[in-house]
């Protein structure tokens, strides 16, 4: 297998997880006192990972470029996360979960790290709620469950739209036991920049401190990169505005393979694009596809006198609708996949049937949930032959228990009371299942650079299952990390301290502070903004919902040119030594101009669709992402060599023994 090893243990699959635990080396707990880990953010995945690791001994130094862990992106984590529990008692199972997710990323995912995500699932809902996280409840006081896209079974737990905030406090909570206890040293508003290697093992970062502005060196038998997801390439997603690439694309750099750099997903339910002006697109969570119901015009005038303004959706009968998802996907409804869900949007748009003034938007519709929940309260609240006006008020105190501050913050945002008119939302991308390539032990093609949550690639194949990101986050920190990472650190209990004062050192700080200067001495007419906008046209215009051979090549050609303009004509005020968010942003839209032009380059290889990744000259007559498992079951992990065109492709072909390949159906 060369470099690219997976180490997935052998046996059967229900049985590798648990052997491999048995069978790994361990580090004494004595010894684990001499050992120091670096981690490299603290949203969920860092931070569960940083709170287990110091709570066995390890001595850990958490980074993050927020002022507080309380600030990852994490925290804006809305719809919830999945456990096969079955406390519905609907028929899941830990397979049940592993089949779904699997069938869900489209069957390029590794069967082994999929099987114990789903085996660990169980125990973060027990470990959280340890913690204390307020998850939501039935009346009998038992922990509630919703769906989400891609299954037929509820297993979602969530905490009203807010399960990322409370999660984040849980997990936060816990590190700062450690904090107290002195097991972890808190690095906030430090930004790392890059890895030091030391005689081919990963020693220590290169981090700068976003106040003083001093570049720093920090040194550890091990360093995990958990920096999160590289959405934002797009300029426009529902990312937080600092979630970036730096961290991974540094590492990159200096050795780690990049895997799978073009599978994006792209998530159906987004409040639309308005206009130029705009930084951030908002998120309209997968949850409210529960009890939401989305379509457009089923006639092209109707949609056209919606756009311009005379007439409204409420207006619309029942017959003149078009339930487009209910319509293709009987089996699954509204609760399809999202890119599947996406792509149906685009393509009625696309035909002329998108409701708002860009015509890029569908309506999502509680008008038939209200009814339904407010004629189910009337009933159990003991009120005969109630009015209508009842049965609305009713409902809709049921749709605003569940969904209340997802409503609100819809009014806020759009102006309109979605209670009273269907909410309109468009595809906006969303999560990255590209990323660092790892092993099973969540360990890169670096020795001692290991990689969680949203930053490596490892479990949702071309497309992820809602509430699965958080799941994996939490499994990777508090259950598979923590164990995997001593396997590596049992060799170096005799190691000692790692010096920062090394030849190794001296020359990454010197290569990290040219590149600052670099970019400050540019002294160009553009802001940073300025490239990164248009860097996201290209990316949403040529590598989005729908690529082709020739508008890839063209963002190939168009994106190395304006990275070139970009160290030409970037203008970043300010200087090294002091607080400056522009020199910040400038580092990371330097590394998202090179990370572009790689995901166009594995877009364009990858002849085939599946998943989000979805190739126009590969689908069937229906439109459905048409994949080619003959030539493309694999892992595209990515060398870097110099430039991103000079990228070399290893292959880290996938083996699938539990599933049957399929033709991926939700109808
Ligand atoms: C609006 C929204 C709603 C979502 N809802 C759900 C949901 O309901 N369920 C679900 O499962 N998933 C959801 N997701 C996805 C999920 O929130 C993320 O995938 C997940 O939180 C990522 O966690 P993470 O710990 O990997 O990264 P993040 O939370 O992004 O944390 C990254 C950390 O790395 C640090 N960092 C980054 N770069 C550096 C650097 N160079 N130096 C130092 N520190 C660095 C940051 O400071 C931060 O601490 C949602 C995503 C969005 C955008």
């Known amino acids: 297998m060369g470099i690219l090893d997976s180490k997935v243990p052998s046996g059967p699959l229900a049985d590798k997880w648990t052997k491999h635990k048995n069978e790994i080396d361990l580090v004494n707990p004595a010894n684990k006192r001499n050992i120091d880990i670096i981690m490299v953010g603290t949203g969920l995945a860092g931070a569960s990972a940083a709170a287990t690791l110091a709570e066995l001994g390890y001595n850990v130094k ?108 849980g997990a936060y909570a816990a590190m700062n036991r450690q904090i107290n206890r002195g097991k972890i040293k808190s690095y906030t508003r430090h930004e790392m920049l890059d890895v030091v290697v030391v005689d081919g093992k ?28 590289y959405g934002n390439v797009f300029y426009l997603s529902t990312n937080a505005m600092g979630s970036n690439v730096t961290a991974a694309w540094r590492v990159h750099k200096r050795g780690a393979f990049f895997a799978n750099p073009c599978f994006t ?46 007439l409204r959706p409420t207006k619309i009968p029942e017959e003149d609708r078009d339930y487009f998802l209910e319509r293709r996907y009987p089996a699954f409804g509204n609760l399809v996949p999202r890119d599947v869900a996406s792509r149906a949007a685009k393509e009625r748009c696309d035909a002329g049937f998108g409701v708002n003034k860009t015509g890029e938007a569908v309506y999502l519709d509680f008008a038939a949930a209200i009814q339904r929940y407010g004629s189910e309260k009337a009933l159990t609240s003991g009120i005969k032959d109630p009015d209508q006006a009842t049965i609305t008020k009713l409902g809709e105190e049921v749709i605003a228990a569940k969904y209340g501050n997802l409503f609100q913050m819809y009014e806020k945002i759009v102006d309109e009371n979605p209670y009273k008119t269907p909410m309109m939302i468009y595809p906006a991308v969303h999560y990255t299942m590209g990323g660092l390539w790892v092993d099973y032990n969540l360990q890169t093609t670096i020795p001692g650079c290991f990689s969680t949550g949203e930053a490596n690639f490892s479990d949702h194949g071309a497309n992820r299952l809602g509430a699965s990101a958080l799941m994996q986050g939490l499994a ?112 990371r839209v330097a590394d998202f101009l090179e990370l572009g032009e790689l995901f166009a380059k594995d877009a364009l290889e990858r002849n085939e669709s599946c998943g989000g990744h979805f190739r126009e000259e590969y689908q069937t007559p229906e439109g459905e992402a048409l994949r080619d498992d003959k030539n493309f079951r694999y892992v595209a992990a990515w060398e870097y060599k110099g430039a991103p065109k000079d990228a070399k492709l290893h292959k880290e072909d996938l083996v699938f023994e539990n599933v049957e390949l399929k033709t991926r159906s939700y109808k």
């Open 62 to 169: 958490t980074f993050c470029y927020q002022d507080s862990p309380r600030r990852a992106h994490s925290i804006a984590a809305q719809g919830g996360i999945n456990a096969a529990k079955n406390y519905q008692g609907d028929g899941d199972s830990p397979y049940r979960l592993f089949y779904d997710t699997i069938k869900g990323g489209d069957y390029r995912s590794r069967e082994a790290n999929v099987y114990r995500l789903a085996e660990e699932s169980v125990n973060i809902i027990d470990q959280c709620v340890a913690q204390g996280v307020p998850f939501a409840r039935e009346y009998g006081g038992l922990l509630d469950n919703r769906s989400f896209g891609g299954v037929l079974v509820s297993r979602t737990f969530y905490a009203k739209g807010q399960t990322g905030q409370q999660l984040l406090l």
């Open 202 to 229: 990963a020693r220590g970062i290169i981090a700068r401190d976003l106040i003083t502005g001093e570049i720093e060196r920090h040194s550890a038998h091990a360093v995990v990169i958990a920096s999160g997801g």
């Open 265 to 310: 997903q792209i998530h159906p339910t987004c409040i639309p694009v308005s206009g130029d002006h705009q930084s951030k697109l908002t998120l309209m969570s997968e949850s409210l596809r529960n009890d939401g119901r989305i379509w457009v015009p089923a006639k092209a005038e109707d949609a056209q006198a919606i756009r311009e303004g005379k």
């Open 476 to 587: 990777d920190g508090y259950f598979v990390l923590p164990y995997t990472i001593g396997n590596y650190l049992s060799d170096d209990i005799r190691t000692g301290p790692i010096s920062t004062d090394s030849e190794a050192f001296d020359k990454v700080e010197a290569e990290v502070r040219a590149n600052l200067e670099k970019l400050l001495n540019a002294k160009g007419k553009n802001p940073v903004d300025y490239y990164h906008k248009k860097l996201g046209k290209i990316m949403w215009n040529k590598c989005g919902m729908s690529r082709n051979a020739r508008e890839l090549k063209e963002a190939i050609e168009e994106i190395s040119a304006l990275r070139e303009d970009f160290y030409q004509n970037v203008r970043i005020p300010g200087g090294l030594d002091e607080v400056n968010p522009e020199l910040e942003k400038a580092g």
